[in-house]
């Protein structure tokens, strides 16, 4: 045990011994206990608990090794729920192996006493005999009937987890079978497309974006060569989706178009990437991290159940980015929100809304580095304006509490704030990343105002093994001018589910409860919507819940994730707007993040430099707030009020739909700006 109290004796190096018939001597490290028992019937029962728990005692001792490893992120909770098995079969088998040690020595015992009753001559002694042998049998039958008890745990325990690792491995078997009937097809198909190619020189162009699949995509299904169009691409497709826990949403697409998706999601993708092209050039790569090896648990160990913006980091952890451009890479997909612009349908333009709420996740399922806290006054901005129709801006409004407010205006007609707050709890094997706080959403021609909140995100593994990274949780997506809404559900990781890993699922549904779409799909790779025709209900499941039947359209891809450079991994995998977050860039704020000094070396490599510059600047805001903290005992005295800090670009409103005090953009940066007039802003670098 890592914590005792005062008069532990460590059982695994305790000695048990017995002075009579009814007392026991347990000693350990000059440390010696004497119990006595009633009589020796419940001295054995004692002696025999005792000798169970240091058998478990060493057992634990000697695997506390094992709990250490290096396991890869996609099998790390099996292996540890296997280990856990595999440990608690063997403390049974060792408890099996401790009472027939037992069992052996009061059946020796129980066969001498038995000897000495045959030679037995005088009535009196015999009494006493008589009455040791029903002692010893007593013995006996208490130990056997603790074997009996071990045995028939031991039993339900491997019967329990051989269903478990039967239904798995049959599920394995299933998906093995699966993937073999998938790649013949998709050779079947490549087998063809040559064919194709080869006889119609003219139509390489269109049959090669069939071809392409990737991952997470589901595989073209068969049809014709050339891509005719054909009425068995109209069939619909069924989902399953729990009443309590919906799991789908989609979106409205003419079926005529949709039968086309799969082929022509190549040119989609293009046809977005010629939209997002900047105009001006920027940087594609950023200096490669540097290998520093550092002990975590030295660091972590007194850290255990504190916020995590109370604990000092050095820069060895973190990546060269602060949480407010952390937050700007919310709106890497921002052309979503500029199609949902464009639906006539509410519960259409919902669905576009719902994937790019999930498309905020996708930039995380690698980045498992902190980003630099900023500093109470820092800003971020990201003037877009002319190359992504955009402007963004953030402001560090509170230093604990942890709060950014966020203000981004788009030319293409929408306009979208927060205030996050960061609430994070370390807990030895994982990290808890809770962000608390409300997203809105308004689109300027119909008024529509969505608003909804983040998942939990938890980093796995920060003590032992490789980090990674996982979203779980509720989204609840609200139009306060239609009442539609839209469920979204990310299921946590588990090895023995049969569901997709990083699964999203969900429901769009309007103000009378209707369900009008389905959504599935991953919040690190893409989102699929589709219409729905006709729901029913289902079967009962095993849980007794009822199922709901949604029959739909085709699936329609809304989003799709971008990939990454060749040389992410050296790069803090960062994808291509994060890459050029950073970028030095004139005529921004002295408060801007692009300017904080210790994330410049750190970006640059300088990592020693960089833990220097940090210690620096937090001290200096430790001493701006110890002179406001003395500002505000001084007013008190003086009977005046403290109004606290105040923040520069935003100013604190009560929500009109949350009831929440937020902080919204007042306007005044874009001008300061213009003027290049930053007397306003606190020296915080």
Known sequence: MAHTCRGTINLSTAHIDTEDSCNIVLSSGGRTYHLKASCEVE???????????????????????????????A????????????????????????????????????????????????????????????????????????????????????????????????????????????????????????RACRGAPGLSSSTTAVSS?????????????????????????????????????????????????????TGYNESTCKDVLPKKRRRTRIPDKPNYSLNLWSIMKNCIGKELSKIPMPVNFNEPLSMLQRLTED?????????????????????????????????????????????????YELDRLDELGFRSLCEQVSHHPPAAA?????????????????????????????PLGAIHLEFHSSGNHYVWRKVTSTVHNIIVGKLWIDQSGDIEIVNHKSKDKCQLKFTPYSYFSRDVPRKVTGVVTDADGKAHYVMSGTWDENMECSKIMQSSRGSTSSEGKQKTVYQTLAPKVLWKKYPLQENAENMYFF?????????????????DSRLRPDQRLMENGKWDEANVEKQRLEEKQRAVRRRREAEAVEALEEGKDYEGYIPLWFERKVDPLTGELICVYKGGYWEAKEKQDWDLCPDIF
């Open 575 to 591: 994808s291509d707007l994060a890459l050029t977050l950073n970028e030095p860039e004139e005529g921004v704020a002295p408060t």
């Open 43 to 73: 001295r054995q029962r004692w002696v025999t608990a005792l000798e169970l728990a240091k058998a478990k005692a060493i057992r634990m001792r000697n695997s506390q090794s094992d709990d250490s490893g290096d396991e890869e992120p």
């Open 331 to 379: 709106l890497e997909y921002h052309e979503l929100l500029d199609k949902a612009v464009k639906c006539e349908s509410s519960t259409e333009q919902m669905c576009f809304v719902a994937a790019f709420s999930v498309s905020s996740y996708s930039t995380t399922v690698h980045r498992t580095a902190k980003p630099f806290n900023p500093l109470l006054g820092e800003t």
């Open 75 to 194: 099998s790390q909770s099996d292996k540890s729920e296997l280990h856990s098995t595999l440990k608690s079969l063997a403390s049974k088998l060792e408890d099996l192996s401790t009472c027939n040690d037992l069992i052996a020595k009061h059946g020796a015992a129980l066969q001498r006493s038995l000897s000495e009753l045959e030679n037995l001559k005088l009535p009196a002694e015999s009494g006493e005999k008589i009455k040791a042998v029903n002692e010893r049998a007593t013995l006996f039958r208490i130990t056997s009937n603790a074997m009996i008890n071990a045995c028939r745990d031991f039993l339900e325990l491997a019967e329990s987890h051989s269903r478990k690792w039967q239904r798995a491995l049959q599920y394995e078997r299933e998906q093995r079978i699966r993937l073999e009937e998938t790649i013949e097809q998709l050779a079947k198909q490549h087998n063809s497309l040559e």
């Open 213 to 265: 699949t990737s991952k997470g995509e589901r595989p073209p299904s068969p049809g014709p060569a050339k891509g005719e169009a054909s009425d068995e691409d109209e069939e619909t497709e069924y989902f399953d989706a729990m009443e309590d826990t919906p799991a789908f949403i989609t979106v409205t697409a003419d079926p005529k178009h949709h039968r086309y998706e799969s082929a022509n999601q």
């Open 406 to 434: 966020h203000h981004v205006y788009s030319k293409q007609g929408w306009t979208l704030w927060q205030e996050i707050t960061i609430a994070s709890k370390f807990r030895g094997k994982y990290l808890s990343i809770m």
